[in-house]
């Protein structure tokens, strides 16, 4: 989702080979024509940055679909026809037919506009050729670990579930004004919001709910909440799965923020390194251990009790 490119399979000899498409920001869906051309809708852009058709013949090059009826829509769909390619495109809502001669024709859908200006701001291209949903799929995260120079070995975190200050990794950023101004106008170059801009923004965010909690041993689940508390996890964890704001060093190199439990058990792997990846790496002692909690004389039947509770949140 972040470096744009198209993989190609041979299910004959499982031989892979990449295409990379320069410029494409937030594909979520592509179709293939009979001669080996692909047709990409990538959310990030509009119009033509929107709807892109990779040739066969230019294995480099992805340009954009000729004759859109649409201008100013954002691409989010796309099916093979016989003859060409048929797109799914958002504000104004149409389906637009690309004919493979060129010619186009579209069908409005009408029903009222959904266009949201904080849900396209979090879906544009910037100018560093990624979206937040690039790494941020709706709210969630990419399940990878990155290395910064500064913050070090880091996972994606989630944004789903509520926003709690102060924010990155170590907490260096106090509100979520300094964190637009250092990921979205720095990092990503994209625009500099104002207040107002930020406050909407943090509202649009504070919206999407946290995951879903996994299926669950309701006896197991109540007694892994006793040993959670016990092992002292609730000082930090407050009521559970929401986070005390702070920093705090656990044993896997440094201070880090408090991370919100709710719906971890969608989330592997987990810790701020991505060390855990199963609950049970979690009590490692390369991965926490027992400086991440009382958690060093529990029994095997009392850490899977454990793991219940986590698993519920």
Known sequence: M?????????????????????????????????????????????????????????????????????????YTAVQRLETGYAFLARDPSALVVVDDDGSTWSVPLGGR???DTSHALYHDATGAGLACASCHPEGEDDGITWHFKREGRVRTPTLRG???????????????GALMTEVMTARMQGPRLDEAEVARFG????????????VLDAEAAERGAGLFARAGCTACHLN????????????????FQTPA?????????????????????????????????????????????????LRSL
Do not use: K
């Open 2 to 74: 972040v470096l744009g490119a198209v993989s190609l399979v041979d299910p004959d000899d499982d031989a892979t080979s990449a295409r990379p498409v320069e410029g494409l920001v937030l594909p979520v869906d592509l179709a293939m024509g009979p001669r080996g051309d692909i047709a990409i809708a990538a959310a990030g852009g509009v119009a033509e940055g929107s709807a892109r058709v990779l040739h066969p013949e230019a294995p480099a090059a992805c340009h954009g679909a000729p004759g859109l009826a649409a201008p100013a829509a954002r």
């Open 113 to 115: 506009g959904v266009y």
């Open 162 to 176: 509520g926003l709690v200050a102060p924010f990155h990794w170590r907490g260096e950023l106090p509100d979520l």
């Open 203 to 214: 509202g649009w965010l504070n919206t999407l709910p946290a995951l879903d909690a996994d």
């Open 240 to 255: 559970g799965s929401d986070a005390d704001g702070l920093s705090h060093d656990v044993g896997t190199g440094g201070s």
């Open 261 to 309: 439990l709710r719906g971890v058990a969608q989330r592997l792997p987990l810790m701020h390194d991505g060390c855990a990846a199963t609950f049970a790496d979690r009590f490692r002692p390369d991965c926490g251990g027992a400086s991440h909690g009382v958690t060093d004389n529990l029994t095997p039947p009392e850490r899977a009790d454990l793991v219940a509770y």
